[in-house]
């Protein structure tokens, strides 16, 4: 069971926007057995979904990522694509330039993260080189423009979570081989698909696939190396409880936490 709660005002105090907590039960008796930190999880899940996408989706030689926001969302984005391709030089832009130092201070050489991460000056200055886009903001608008993007690039978006939010532009979304990780959460909550949807630009059906649809074997990926694809993410309860599991399983291994009697 996860709890999130969302405080939009809470940069401005040196907060993270987004505060939650889980609590995992067993699975058999339902017994709780533990409380974890619900942002770590929920970034690191997110990330791990965007990791999957892109090593299924990206071109394999992939050199380039850009990433839009710089907060703890993006960090594992990061993480996660530079897991699974061998990215060389990382754009990042924010509109908040003390935030992008501190991001380039704690990820540059950072496990599999490049030491070759550069503040870009402008959305079109990290797009027009990238081959793998990460955008995790809570924009209501596009944070770049659909003409400045390479031919075959991979974009992840997993910042437009409401109606409300619009991160990728329409153009993009209606021109990419779209992707998702549930159908019936995104059309409901992605406002990335919404209002493209509601402008008359493509309905439902524009959706390829799922990303377990294509794991499985049971839809195509990636067609071509020119081709764009988009995998947009709002996240299922089930990443939660088998992040949490395996977070819980990795705990007792390493003797981490805090055992308290109830």
Request: with cysteine; proline share 6%; hydrophobic share 40%.
């Amino acid at each position: 069971m996860k709890t999130v709660s969302i405080f939009p005002g809470n940069t401005e105090r040196g907060l993270p926007i987004i505060h939650g907590a889980v609590l995992v039960l067993e699975a058999d008796t339902g017994r709780p057995v533990a409380l974890l930190e619900g942002g770590s999880l929920t970034a690191i899940r997110t990330g791990a979904g965007s990791g999957a996408a892109t090593d299924i989706l990206a071109r394999r030689d992939s050199k380039v990522a850009a990433i839009f926001g710089a907060g703890i969302q993006s960090r594992t984005q990061l993480e996660a694509i530079c897991t699974v391709r061998w990215i060389e030089k990382v754009l990042i832009f924010d509109p908040q330039p003390e935030i992008v130092t501190k991001f380039i201070s704690e990820m540059a050489g950072y496990g599999p993260v490049p030491h070759d991460i550069q503040q870009a000056g402008t959305p079109r200055e990290a797009v027009s080189i990238a081959d793998v886009i990460c955008c995790a903001t809570t924009s209501s608008q596009p944070v770049f423009e659909d003409q400045h993007l390479m031919p075959g690039v991979h974009i992840n978006g997993v910042g437009s979570y409401t109606p409300s939010m619009q991160e990728i532009p329409p153009e993009t979304v209606e021109r990419s081989a779209l992707f998702v990780d549930s159908r019936s959460a995104a059309l409901s909550e992605a406002g990335d698909l919404i209002q493209p949807i509601k402008e008359g630009r493509f309905d439902e059906h524009h959706i390829q696939a799922e990303l377990g649809e294509i794991i499985n074997g049971e839809k195509p990926g990636r067609e071509n190396s020119d081709q764009i694809t988009f995998f947009k993410s709002v996240g299922v309860a089930v990443q939660d409880a088998a992040a949490a599991r395996l977070a819980l399983v990795n705990a007792r291994k390493m003797g981490l936490g805090q055992e308290v009697q109830l």
